[in-house]
């Protein structure tokens, strides 16, 4: 596929994860696909999930908030299977907290699905709003 093919994959993506469509996400997803975070501490932010529980994730965070989460692009480049992407988030916490997060993502693609996500974001922000999990889930 083409870098532009690439990048358009991502951010059709990212529309289905603000409408919170689990089943759309999982089309975008390779059957091998893995979701790395790169978060160092504390050490429960730093998991790997498959592809069901990557799709699993908006909806699992909104069920924390108000209403659904909502994750906008600022950039993105691609090169080769590769597309990054800064982005920022937004979500009113039930527990009155806001969480307004920022990342970098770093995705690969093979034949029209994505293989790979690392996410790297601002721990102290995560675990002031989801601290209290412990298994990298968020039920």
Request: glycine share 8%; proline share 2%; aromatic share 14%.
């Amino acid at each position: 596929m083409s870098i532009e093919s690439n990048k358009q994959l991502i951010e059709n993506y990212f529309a289905a994860t603000n409408r919170g469509d689990e089943q759309e996400i999982l089309t975008f997803l390779a059957d091998d696909f893995l979701f790395e975070s790169m978060l160092q501490a504390p050490k429960q932010f730093n998991f790997s999930w498959g592809r069901e529980e990557f799709a699993a994730a908006p909806k699992n965070m909104s069920a924390m908030m108000h209403k659904p989460i909502k994750i906008w692009i600022e950039s993105m480049i691609g090169e080769g299977d590769k597309v990054a992407v800064e982005a920022k988030s937004y979500g009113e916490m039930k527990s009155g907290k806001l969480y307004e997060n920022v990342y970098h993502f770093l995705f690969t693609v093979r034949d029209g699905k994505i293989t790979n996500a690392r996410e790297y974001s601002c721990s102290y922000t995560a675990n002031d709003c989801f601290g209290g999990f412990s298994d990298g889930s968020f039920d």
